[in-house]
């Protein structure tokens, strides 16, 4: 069964940064497009970034809200993938989630809390 596994999440004040990590496992990693969604409460789930597999040339698009602050990569011999987020603001308190996606396979990982305080 595939896994995704997200770590790296937590509390941390406005202007700071966090590093989320989320490991797959039992999935064809490299073949996988990769993304980072979050859903604040009451809102629905947003796509913050998103990585295309390693034949797609590991091109990266990010949400406006997301862009020159943070930073998504992948390092497929460790099937994982990253999320660099500097310059945290309270908007971008939510739970985030790690996503794989391939033809008509998606799949999700349970979330990571990220609280910015003001």
């Known amino acids: 069964q595939v896994q995704l596994v997200e770590s790296g999440g937590g509390l941390v004040q406005a202007g700071g940064s966090l590093r989320l990590s989320c490991a797959a496992s039992?999935?064809?990693?490299?073949?996988?497009?990769m993304g980072w969604y979050r859903q604040a409460p009451g809102k629905q789930r947003e796509l913050v970034a998103r990585?295309?597999?390693?034949?797609?040339?590991?091109?990266?698009d990010y949400a406006d809200s997301a862009k020159n602050r943070f930073t998504i990569s992948r390092d497929n011999a460790k099937t994982t993938v990253y999320l660099q987020m500097n310059s945290l603001k309270p908007d971008d308190t939510a739970v985030y989630y790690c996503?794989?996606?391939?033809?008509?396979?998606?799949?999700w990982g349970q979330g990571t809390q990220v609280t910015v305080s003001p």
């Open positions: 996503a794989a996606h391939y033809l008509r396979s998606n799949y």
């Open positions: 039992r999935i064809a990693f490299s073949i996988y497009d």
């Open positions: 990585i295309t597999s390693i034949d797609s040339g590991s091109s990266t």
